[in-house]
Nanobody, 132 residues
Framework: QVQLVESGGGSVQAGGSLGLSCAASGYTYRTYGTYCMGWFRQAPGKERVGIAVITVGGGNTYYADFVKGRFTISHDNVKNTVDLRMNSLKPEDTAMYYC??????????????????????WGQGTQVTVSS
């Protein structure tokens, strides 16, 4: 059984930084091979959108344009977590942030990595609030 558990998040003023972490249990590179894991977010009344993903076991990373240069995704091999470092936060970054995973490498063609329906495994979400 694959489980994803997010931690981190919280409230911060605009310009500040936060870190998110997603722990994957029942799902490791050594057991299942390469997989794509990353972060999505959903603001009230809006669709869930992809932010950043990483191919665990491959290292490729992909980012949405609106977070490039501000957010950094990484994988911790020891803890088996995927972490998102968020800098220069803006009020429009306020949303519920979700961790997701899918077997296989992340796909950049036609930004397939951003398609919510491709991911069978999801965490419960963690709130990020940025005040102006």
């Amino acid at each position: 059984q694959v489980q994803l558990v997010e931690s981190g998040g919280g409230s911060v003023q605009a310009g500040g930084s936060l870190g998110l972490s997603c722990a994957a249990s029942g799902y490791t590179y050594r057991t299942y091979g390469t997989y794509c894991m990353g972060w999505f977010r959903q603001a009230p009344g809006k669709e869930r959108v992809g932010i950043a993903v990483i191919t665990v076991g491959g290292g490729n990373t992909y980012y949405a344009d609106f977070v490039k240069g501000r957010f950094t995704i990484s994988h911790d091999n020891v803890k088996n977590t995927v972490d998102l470092r968020m800098n220069s936060l803006k009020p429009e970054d306020t949303a519920m942030y979700y961790c997701a995973a899918v077997p296989g490498a992340c796909i950049s063609y036609n930004e397939a990595w951003r398609r919510v329906e491709r991911y069978p495994y999801w965490g419960q979400g963690t709130q990020v609030t940025v005040s102006s």
